[in-house]
Every structure is written in C-alpha cells, then in structure tokens.
C-alpha cells in the first residue's frame, strides 16, 4: 500500500528553537517516522530573532527547495519549499501583517506550482498566520484533499484585545475570513481547552484538543541542579528567577524588571532573562536605567544545553498580560512541567490557564500586569517547601503532555 502524502503549509519551521516553529517542526517530523510523506511549504527561519538566519540569509529572496531526514526514519526524506518573505526587524502591528501577507503570496504561488507536480492527500495549515487556512481551502476545493486546520494562537483575538489592530471594521473584515476558513476545514483543532472552547461558541462547530506536546525524555529533573548554575558563570548558592522563551509584548516582562527592584534586598537573588525578541533590547535599557544588578540576559541556549538550564532554575516565570488568557497558550509551560520545575504563572481567574494550574496543583498563581503580586510571590516561593508542586508537575506531563499521548490521539484524525 502506497504511503499517504501530507502537505504542509506553515509560517514558521525547523530549525527555529522556539516557539510554533519548534511544534510545527517536531510534527512533521513525527508525520514522516510513521511513514507519511511530507512536503512542507514554509518561510525562511526568522523567529525569535527577527532576522533571517544563517545560512539561509544568502538564498532568501527567492525559492530554496531542500530536503530533511526525520531522527527515526532514515529512509523517507521531508521535502521542504522555502518562501520568500519581508521579516521587520523591529515589528510592529503593520509590519507583522505585512510579514503574513507577503509569506502568504509567495507560498501560495507555490502550491499552485505543487498543484501540477503531485497529488496530496491531506493538507495541513496551521495558524498564524490564520490566512494561510484559505491555502488549505483552496487546495481542499480543487483537489478533494482532506483539510486540517490547526491553531497555535488566536490571531485575530490576541490583535484585537491587546490593540495591536485598532479597526473595527478590519477586524470584522478578518473574523469573516476565519469563519470562512472554518467552515471548509474537515477537522480544526487547537492548543488548550480555552481555546477549543472560544472556537466552539464563536462557529458553532466541533474543535479537536491537540495540545503542545513535550519529549519527556529529553525534558527531565536531574539531581544536583544546585551544581549546574556553574555552567551558566553563576554561583551553586544563587537562587535562580528563570524567564526563558520569547520577550515579546504579550508577556508583560517589565514587571519582572519590578519585582528584581523589589527584591534586592535578598542575598545572591538572580532573575535570567534568556531568549531573544523585539522587546530584549527595551528590557536591556530599562534594567540599566533602574541600575538593577540581580538582572542577567542570556542569549538562546543550544538545545543539548535547555535541559540543564530549566533544571537549574529555583523558580520558573511564566507571564502574560491579562487580555492573554484564552487568545494563547504558553509553550514554555509544557517543558517546565516535564523537568519537575516550580512556575509562577500569571493568568486570570476563570481562564483556561489558570483553571488548569490551579486545579492540578501545578504551579503558584497570580494576577496578571500587577507588579506587587510577582515580587511577593517569588519571596513565598523562596521560603515555602514546593516538593509537592513539582511532583504533580512532572507526573502531569508524563500522563497528558508526552509526544505518544498526544499523537496518539490526534492521528486517529490522520488516519
């Protein structure tokens, strides 16, 4: 029996190491171990730098074809079609939907090239950018292919309540579009309950969960993490304050920036910023402004070092402004789960994130955007025995998080 062809249409990809990117490429990856042949249509690597990497940046005004080897199947390529794109450097409302627009053009030129090349059985679109679903749409209606659409974030919620988009009129314009999108796609699915549920009242249709999933075995708790603070030039008696992932605007990271004022007055008290984004810089001349010494920024960490540095870490942040609770889920939870890592979590009561730390006792909760809850928070942390704590969290992401349930699950879809 012939195996079933997959395409995949998707703004971000390997190798980016954080964020959709990370998840859209370990599921292809995943597709093609068991067996599916993939092809994906996707952008040159960008994020969360915001600049083209190497050694991609030379051939990015054009088309690039390559192909890939999945890490448990040697013997069937991913073919992947790289499209041009505008990637600002410094993005900004109009400047982002000028990204998603000029990937959209050039990626669908290419799957009206792929249209004479082979057949497809399944196309997968995943959103953002949330236009790319008319791609899967199309190819649906001319080629009778069964049509996935999968939604990393609410894009046009998270533009409208956090006033990036500021028309009404525009965001009628884009919601008719989704809707639109919705209603041809055999199967949508999304990241959180929240989520699923925001898509269910707003379409009246049904939302398969297919949550962010995590590789266990390679997110694990290590013993002696007292000792790894080494390899990050700190010293084994400093408590570490990690904030790891993407510093953008949804994640509020001046209140951090607050409460290391707060709490200087507590000895070897080190709050890490490590990742990268439009909003690091900022970040960077504020902290000197407020002459804050107990404030390190890292880079992003290769990935045979992350392991060791969420173990390190006394305590895990996990931010977001209060208008972000059911537009978005962060992906950074999942792997702070999986290392048995003790997280402060900021989300409004009654949202899907709060609603699902609070009741599997997975980590301390606060109100989102309020500076004095973060600093007395993390000083309860420092005094409290959280043992508890991390054994839920590291049990919950064995049972619900694991790359064999998730999929397990989502390719009875698949198939």
Not at 50 to 61: D, L
Not at 93 to 115: A, E, G, H, N, W
Request: with cysteine.
């Amino acid at each position: 029996m012939q195996a079933k062809r997959i395409l995949f249409i998707g703004g971000n990809y390997y190798p980016e190491p954080t964020g959709i990117g990370k998840y859209n490429g370990e599921m292809v990856d995943i597709l093609a171990s068991k067996g599916y042949r993939c092809t994906v249509v996707t952008s040159y690597p960008y994020y969360p730098y915001w600049n083209i990497q190497e050694p991609y940046k030379r051939h990015s005004k054009w088309y690039k074809r390559e192909f890939r080897l999945s890490s448990t199947n040697l013997t069937n390529p991913i073919e992947i079609y790289r499209c041009p794109q505008f990637v600002p450097h410094n993005p900004s409302s109009k400047s982002r939907i000028i990204l998603d627009l000029t990937f959209f053009c050039f990626s669908f030129l290419k799957v009206l090239q792929l249209l004479f090349l082979r057949r497809y059985d399944s196309v997968i679109t995943i959103a953002p950018c949330f236009q790319i679903g008319l791609l899967g749409t199309f190819y649906k209606i001319l080629t009778g292919a069964k049509f996935f659409y999968h939604i990393q974030d609410l894009q046009i919620d998270a533009a409208h309540e956090l006033k990036m988009i500021k028309s009404k009129f525009l965001i009628k314009i884009l919601l008719r579009i989704e809707k639109f999108i919705l209603k041809k796609a055999d199967i949508v699915s999304s990241i959180s309950e929240g989520m699923v549920k925001k898509i269910c009242d707003k379409y009246e249709r049904e939302v398969v969960l297919f949550p962010n999933w995590v590789d266990v075995k390679s997110f694990y708790p290590l013993e002696e993490r007292t000792q790894l603070k080494c390899e990050f030039n700190l010293s084994s008696f400093d408590k570490v304050v990690l904030y790891s992932g993407a510093v953008g605007e949804k994640q509020g990271l001046e209140n951090l920036l607050h409460a290391a004022q707060e709490l200087r007055h507590i000895a070897n008290l080190k709050f890490l910023i490590c990742g990268s984004g439009p909003y690091k810089n900022r970040l960077k001349r504020m902290a000197n402004e407020m002459q804050l010494k107990n404030v390190i920024f890292l880079p992003i960490q290769p990935q045979e070092k992350l392991n060791d540095l969420l173990n390190m870490a006394d305590i895990h942040l996990v931010l977001q402004k209060a208008n972000a609770g059911d537009i978005c889920m962060p992906s950074k939870l999942s792997t702070i789960l999986s290392v048995g890592g003790l997280a402060i979590v900021s989300a409004s009561p009654g949202s899907d994130l709060y609603q699902l730390v609070s009741a599997n006792e997975l980590g301390v909760m606060i109100n989102p955007e309020n500076k004095n809850s973060l600093s007395e928070a993390i000083e309860k942390a420092l005094r409290d025995n959280s043992e508890n704590i991390k054994r839920n969290a590291r049990s919950y992401a064995e049972k619900f998080l694991s790359v064999e349930h998730v999929f397990g699950k989502y390719m009875t879809y698949v198939n």
